[in-house]
């Protein structure tokens, strides 16, 4: 379980903050990636980095930010959010990212927007 | 569109009895097929998966899922459930572009 973690573990910040999720894999992976986790719904794939170079975005806002300085760690910086973005976020490594390899997820980040 | 179908949000069962978890997907090509188990307050954990051979996979702790081409169902099952077993599983096909869809989640309750 200790594989890949995720700080904060919780976040509550107003619309008008700048915060920062932070995510490190002890994995050795290649590829990296951020989920966003709302009730009922199925997993949103946000981002996804291979060899720290964003490889997929998938139409996320402009207020959520990426970042990928080396292979073991994943930023992922908010501002101006709103509170439909209060969310469970996730980040996942893999060895590769290729489709028969499976992914190592962290416990997330339970994000409160006011 | 590509999508996952978990058609259940709750599946209850008593301890001892199988259990079935029902995955179907809508996904062009050869996709591979994954099952995830989340307990409370924890990410994601791998359970299994389908790439190619068996259509019959077993995965973590007593867990396994059939493939069914025709029916394009990826089911996962245990023969005899545990109140540990109580979370929140999610079905997850990738597609032949490395493209992820995960199911909405089905939350399994066994009773003691």
């Known amino acids: 379980e200790t594989g890949v973690t995720q700080t904060p573990r919780h976040l509550v910040m107003g619309m008008t903050n700048k915060k920062s999720l932070k995510c490190e894999q002890h994995?050795?992976?290649?590829?990296m990636y951020w989920y966003k986790q709302s009730a009922k719904k199925p997993l949103e794939l946000m981002f996804v980095y291979s060899l720290e170079e964003r490889v997929e975005n998938n139409s996320v806002p402009s207020r959520f930010s990426p970042e990928c300085p080396n292979s073991s760690h994943l930023f992922l910086h908010l501002h101006t959010l709103q509170p439909e973005d209060s969310a469970l976020y996730l980040c996942?490594?893999?060895?590769?990212?290729?489709?028969?390899?499976?992914?190592?997820f962290g416990p997330g980040t339970r994000l409160t927007v006011t | 569109a590509q999508s996952v179908a978990q058609p259940e949000d709750q599946v209850n069962v008593a301890e001892g009895n199988p259990l079935t978890v029902k995955c179907t997907y809508s996904?062009?090509?050869?996709?591979?097929l994954f099952w995830y188990v989340q307990y409370p307050n924890r990410g994601l954990q791998f359970l299994l998966k389908y790439i190619t051979g068996d259509n019959l996979v077993k995965g973590s702790y007593g867990f396994e899922a059939e493939f069914n081409k025709s029916q394009t169902s990826f089911h996962l099952k245990k023969p005899s459930a545990l109140v540990s077993d109580s979370a929140l599983y999610f079905c997850a096909v990738v597609d032949n572009f490395n493209k992820f869809y995960f199911g909405s989640g089905t939350k399994l309750n066994v009773k003691p």
């Open positions: 996904v062009s090509g050869n996709p591979y």
């Open positions: 996942a490594s893999s060895q590769a990212r290729t489709a028969s390899y499976e992914q190592y």
């Open positions: 994995l050795g992976h290649n590829a």
